[in-house]
């Protein structure tokens, strides 16, 4: 199918944007991006009429599969694998109708994200691209159920997930604890494992000292990561190390923040369900209830410098958290001490270059692939109205379409 969306408000994914721009789109890429509404022969037109069009989201920290809520998050038990499957099905869906084109899936189990990422590549179901570390591989007693320990047993694991079909490696390195559970040599075998075979590493991590080593052992992306010391601050801005800060599954969505006595209250709890002591989990959760209180203070210096800050939400939660959160994160950002064009460029070009998929995703330009979304409103007037999506666009296919006179199109 050949499209051409006339008048758009281009925000192009790199901070740029422009009004009255013609996308053409032909098969699965964008053709052409060019002013004025001159349309060829053999288009489909689509006005806008002044629309913001954007590139499709990237939600670079989810989890397909999960249904987690509250006190029995960890038990991945009552959760078998055919009723895993189909809830991850709908999840890329409920994911693409928020306009998360893609998202990098931080660990399932089963084989559920290799699953529904090819499912959604040969078409068998519609939603988000799926990137998938697969497994997330941990120490013993960490924060995951893939547990290895010593450096051959980690890049045995890493070569485990790659052939289990992994694009990314995903490490556990803390389990809501400052405590490092890898000590370096682990570290250093598991990231030299993966970029010899072409894959980047993200590392779980809650923060300090865990935080610190993990960046300077060089991860690509640090998960989470609340409470950077200065010092680490430096060194990922030196090493180019993304952050991928999960401000929702912290914080919540955009109405319900948490206060830091009801978080430190809840992660007691979830702790001693856990199976962790009654003196253990207070102290643990008092500790965390500090990096809580630390976490937006951090977040403004980090962006004061200029460190790469990327979306993913940590969604989905059944009682709390949709899977299309990644607008919330967008949002957060901004409250927090990010320009909407900057946060628009983290849930875009800059989460693209995370994934090591600049090349083709997360910009609106010639020869890239036709992801893109229509809102209602203008984002970088008001950020909220990122929630005004009229059309989402993946490969060049519409799988949302509520402009006024829309043909129903789509898969
Ligand atoms: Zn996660």
Not at 4 to 32: H, M, Q, V, W, Y
Not at 87 to 98: K, N, T
Not at 117 to 125: C, F, L, M
Not at 182 to 196: G, W
């Amino acid at each position: 199918m050949a499209y051409a969306l006339i008048n758009a408000f281009l925000i192009d994914g790199t901070g740029n944007s422009e009004p009255n721009k013609t996308i053409l789109i032909n098969e699965n890429r964008i053709e052409d991006v060019y002013s004025g509404q001159q349309v060829p022969d053999g288009y489909q037109t689509i006005d806008l009429e002044g629309r913001a069009l954007l590139p499709g989201l990237i939600d670079a920290h989810i989890h397909i599969g999960h249904s987690r809520s509250e006190p029995d998050r960890m038990r991945y038990d009552r959760f078998t694998e055919p009723k895993v499957s189909l809830l991850a099905a709908r999840q890329v869906w409920e994911s693409l109708w928020g306009g998360v084109t893609t998202l990098r899936d931080m660990g399932a189990r089963h084989g559920q994200s290799i699953t529904i990422r090819d499912a959604v590549n040969a078409g068998t179901i519609p939603g988000s691209r799926v990137v998938a570390a697969n497994e997330s591989i941990t120490f013993t007693g960490g924060h995951a159920s893939y547990q290895v320990d010593g450096p051959w047993a980690m890049r045995a694991a890493v070569r485990h997930q790659v052939r289990a079909g992994a694009d990314v490696i995903k490490i556990g390195q803390s389990n809501d604890a400052n405590y490092p559970g890898f000590n370096p040599v682990e570290l250093e075998a598991v990231i030299d494992e993966a970029h010899r075979l072409g894959r980047r590493v993200a590392v779980h991590v809650d923060k300090e000292p865990a935080l610190g080593m993990s960046v300077r052992a060089g991860v690509d992306t640090v998960e989470h990561g609340f409470y950077p010391y200065p010092e680490t601050l430096e060194l990922m801005l030196e090493k180019g190390t993304y952050w991928v800060p999960t401000i929702t599954i912290n914080r919540g969505m955009r109405h319900d923040e948490h206060t830091p006595e009801r978080y430190e209250q809840n992660l007691t709890e979830v702790f001693k369900t856990n199976g962790i002591g009654d003196h253990q989990a207070r102290r643990r959760a008092a500790e965390m209830r500090e990096a809580f209180e630390a976490f937006p203070k951090c977040f403004a210096q980090a962006v004061e410098m200029g460190i790469k800050i990327i979306t993913g939400p940590d969604g989905p939660r059944a009682d709390r958290v949709p899977m299309d959160c990644a607008r919330n994160e967008v949002v957060k950002f901004v409250d927090w001490g990010m320009s909407p064009e900057q946060a628009i460029v983290s849930a875009t070009s800059l989460a693209a270059e995370a994934l090591g998929l600049d090349h083709e995703l997360g910009v609106i330009r010639k020869g890239y692939l036709a992801d893109l979304i229509v809102l209602d409103g203008d984002p970088l007037e008001d950020i909220e109205t990122i929630d005004s999506i009229r059309l989402v666009m993946k490969d060049g296919c519409i799988y949302r379409n509520e402009l006024q006179g829309a043909t129903e199109e789509g898969f």
